[in-house]
């Protein structure tokens, strides 16, 4: 076991402090990461409040994790001491089941092992990325190309491929008309994977406050969902709909700019129930689905395309020295006020 700093919530809602936790010692195929920056997702805060139920304090929270290998187990055979790697959502899968001889390990069927607040197969608490040191399996780091810049690159591990994965799914693409909804730290990264698959993008907000930076990232219109004549003007527009917000939705009026055959797809997580008329999904077989994370080979394909495209997150940098910082970052990004993500810079944990 090594010790190293951290930003811990001891209990519900407690501010956040300085502290240090454990971290396993290196396994045969774990490999111990130096945190260089890690970035903030909504989902730390909903479970640091615990607004999402059974929760574990104390909570180190962040899956958004990039640094530099420090440490190699003996039969770890994809990364090398220096290399700059990546620790996203999840840390460990069963590797047995359909979903994970697939590739596709967020979709485990036992049960993926989140990177915090969770208990990994053999007990062991998981602690996230709000640190300076992690150990984690091979498996479950990916590699950085060189040259990115990694503090924008960081929310790519959540929130990028939390888009990149349907976007792919539903074949964004040339020829292809996609609506974003929503355009905070899922939603903007969602607009700038979807231009560089060479989709035609729309954003729909609930204002146009963002109007200029969505075509900065390559959107070619920029619609608001309060605006009645939106859903004139777009009717039938859209092969489909990346739902990003996690607000109520006015689910029949965007079923109606969806094409003939086409989806609308959630990411973003509402907390209450959405409803529907069918006949919004049977007069043009439409369908509602809904997506998360892609698996650990999807993951390394959005870094890889990312640094190709040079694609990384809007970011505001945070400095840790006081951890006070990090909970006005968090009542930030409950009020949706930050252009785009924020990231903490690890070396002032
Ligand atoms: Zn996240
Ligand atoms: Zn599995």
Redesign the pocket.
């Known amino acids: 076991m090594t010790s190293t700093p951290a930003l811990v919530i001891n209990t519900s809602n407690a501010p956040i402090v300085k502290s240090a936790i454990e971290r396993r010692a290196v396994g045969s195929k774990d490999v111990r990461v130096a945190i260089a920056y890690s970035g903030i ?1 909504h ?1 730390d805060v909903h479970q640091a409040r615990s607004e999402w139920g059974s929760d574990i304090f104390p909570m180190v929270p962040g ?2 994790i990039v640094g530099h290998v420090v440490e190699v187990g003996s039969g770890v055979t994809k990364f090398k001491v220096g290399q700059a790697v990546g620790v996203g ?1 999840f840390v460990n899968s069963c590797r047995e089941c359909d979903a994970c001889k697939s590739n596709l390990e967020s979709y485990c069927e036992k049960g993926p092992v989140g990177a915090y607040n969770g208990h990994d197969y053999n007990g062991e608490v998981q602690y996230g990325g709000y640190s300076k040191e992690i150990v984690t399996d091979e498996h479950f780091v990916v590699s950085i190309a060189d040259g990115v810049d990694l503090a924008e690159c960081a929310p790519l591990l ?2 990028g491929i939390t888009v990149y994965s349907p976007l792919k799914h539903w074949k964004a693409g040339p020829g292809k008309k996609v609506a974003i909804l929503g355009m905070g730290g899922l939603g903007h990264l969602a607009v700038k994977f979807a231009v560089a698959m060479g989709a035609e993008v729309t954003v729909l907000g609930h204002s146009l406050s963002k109007k200029a930076d969505a075509l900065a990232f390559g959107a070619t219109d920029y619609r608001s969902t309060s605006d009645e004549q939106t859903f004139v003007d777009l009717a039938k527009k859209f092969d489909f709909i990346l739902n990003t917000t996690s607000a109520d939705i006015p689910v029949d009026g965007l079923l109606s700019l969806i094409k003939f055959d086409g989806a609308l797809v959630f990411v973003g997580l509402p907390v209450e129930s959405q409803s529907f008329n069918v006949f919004g999904l049977t007069g043009q077989r439409r369908s509602i689905s809904g997506s998360q994370v892609g698996g650990q080979m999807e993951v390394q394909e959005m870094l890889d395309f990312a640094a190709e495209h040079k694609i990384g997150a809007s970011i505001e940098l945070l400095d840790a020295t006081d951890p006070a910082t990090i909970d006005q970052a968090w009542n930030r990004v409950v009020n949706a006020d930050v252009r785009y993500r924020f990231v903490i810079d690890a070396s002032t944990i």
Do not use: G, I, R, T
Request: net charge negative.
């Open positions: 997702c989902s899956h958004e959502v959540c929130a």
